[in-house]
């Protein structure tokens, strides 16, 4: 049955925007008709999609409003969607605001929608310790029709602080494997100045203190120091400056790009050899996925959900957060190690096609949509 589906979520580069988006436009090439409800248009859909459309969130300012009620205007526009389009379903990314939002929108709208509210981390890990907020993520939480998270860890953690009984589904992220795939891209890196014979490292972030960027700059330093190799700075964010203070002091600019933001990672991805993401929290690392499905072997840390990603000792390594020593050899250990090397990146694309293979996990939200209406 085709199915119309509203979806909000932050609209900017992240994630979470890349999911919701990805959902959205694989859901309409399924036939579903999918609204998203935004401050922004997703950066992700570039172009005219069939089945897609896009319901721009306008804030009202008056002088009298110490902040712009962003909150009370999506909530609004998401009711008027839910009547004017005849939505089934609301999916939101983030419980605040967007499932507090899409709670009231319901009320306030003419016609019964069932809401899912996807948790992607950041409002558990971060907003969840915010004391101000711990009972409106939990409201959020209850009073949704259904609840998944991106990863076992994120579902566990989200349990034990909120103290929350509901049911959370586990559905994990994708890459669309159209897009995220090994390229033979033979002048890229002679474009960008990286000779033949070296390792090309990769991290990939928008720089916040938790990806802990200073700790891949570290790791990095030990590897350069053994074997010739580049490293790809991706992403901008906080932590920037200091990131490039460091690669001063520690003498290794020439070593180290620094490409800003990126749209086609997925080519960028595709000369590199070894992927690094050594967060001290981390729900799932999208990121590491999309190295994977290019054939990059990645080391990440035992935050979160990384663990469900990267299998140790098969398609990277997991380590602990801040080990830098042990970082440093088993980067060492893989990347003069051409044949485990060959075999890690295999593993790595094998992964992705079996646990996180789009189709399955678009699969799983349409059932949980479908399983929502069944119920009345
Ligand atoms: O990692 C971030 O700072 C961005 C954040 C987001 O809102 O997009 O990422 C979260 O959601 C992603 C998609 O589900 C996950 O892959 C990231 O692991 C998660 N980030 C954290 O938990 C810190």
């Keep these: 049955m085709s199915l119309k589906i509203g979806i909000t979520?932050?609209?900017s580069v992240g994630g979470s925007g890349v999911i919701a988006t990805e959902l959205g436009k694989l859901l309409a090439e399924r036939g579903h008709e999918i609204h998203f409800i935004s401050s922004n248009m997703p950066f992700r859909l570039t172009r005219l999609y069939p089945n897609?459309?896009?319901?721009e969130v306008e804030v009202t300012n008056y002088p009298i409003f110490q902040h712009p009620p962003y909150d009370l205007a999506l909530s609004s526009k998401m009711a008027e969607v839910i009547d004017r389009e005849k939505l089934d379903i609301l999916h939101v990314h983030y419980a605040v605001p967007h499932a507090i939002c899409a709670i009231l929108a319901k009320q306030m709208a003419k016609r019964d929608v069932k809401i899912v509210t996807t948790l992607h981390g950041t409002d558990i890990t971060v907003l969840g310790v915010d004391l101000s907020l711990t009972n409106v993520i939990r409201f959020g939480i209850e009073k949704s029709d259904s609840v998944t998270a991106v990863s076992e860890s994120l579902k566990e953690q989200t349990k034990d602080m909120l103290d929350v009984q509901k049911d959370i589904n586990v559905i994990y992220n994708f890459v669309d494997e159209r897009e995220y795939s090994k390229?033979?891209?033979n002048q890229l890196k002679k474009e960008l100045g990286i000779q033949e014979h070296e390792k090309v490292l990769v991290h990939i972030s928008n720089f916040r203190?938790?990806?802990r960027v200073p700790d891949v700059i570290q790791v990095f330093a030990n590897v350069v120091d053994q074997m010739p190799a580049k490293l790809l700075?991706?992403?901008d964010g906080p932590d920037y400056m200091t990131v490039r203070h460091l690669i001063e002091e520690l003498g290794i600019e020439e070593h180290v790009l620094f490409l800003g933001k990126q749209e086609n990672v997925s080519e960028l991805l595709s000369i590199a050899d070894l992927k690094l993401l050594l967060s001290e929290k981390e729900s799932f690392g999208l990121v590491l996925l999309e190295a994977m499905a290019c054939g990059v072997p990645c080391i990440g840390t035992?935050?979160?959900g990384v663990p469900e990603v990267i299998v140790d000792?098969?398609?990277g390594y997991i380590c602990s957060v801040n080990d830098i020593e042990n970082i440093s050899l088993k980067a060492l250990q893989l990347l003069k190690n051409d044949q485990l090397w060959s075999q890690f990146s295999q593993a790595a694309i094998e992964r992705v096609e079996q646990h996180f293979h789009s189709n399955q996990i678009v699969e799983?939200?349409?059932?949980l949509y479908q399983s929502l209406l069944l119920k009345d």
């Design 364 to 367: 799983q939200y349409e059932d």
């Design 209 to 211: 203190k938790v990806k």
């Design 52 to 55: 897609i459309y896009f319901h």
């Design 9 to 11: 979520c932050y609209p």
């Design 233 to 235: 700075l991706i992403g």
């Design 183 to 185: 390229k033979s891209i």
């Design 302 to 304: 035992d935050a979160g």
């Design 313 to 315: 000792g098969q398609t």
